[in-house]
């Protein structure tokens, strides 16, 4: 995401060879793309585990460790 960010929207000064910054840009794009999904499923683990501690137990059942 920072990547993609960092290249989008911005001028290019200096491209070493013809079309190199578009290629940066759209596989900057791309990448983001590929990875939306495990950082929403990653958020959600956040979430639920933040949810858990917050009643004062490590575990759904509500015991240290495991049965």
Do not use: H, K, N
């Amino acid at each position: 995401m920072a990547r993609e960010r960092g290249l989008v929207g911005c001028v290019a000064l200096f491209e070493s060879e013809p079309m190199a910054y578009a290629r940066a840009q759209v596989a900057s794009i791309g990448e983001r793309m590929d990875s939306d999904w495990l950082l929403a499923l990653e958020l959600e683990a956040l979430r639920s585990t933040s949810a858990r501690s917050s009643t004062g137990s490590r575990w759904p059942g509500g015991t240290i460790g495991p049965t």
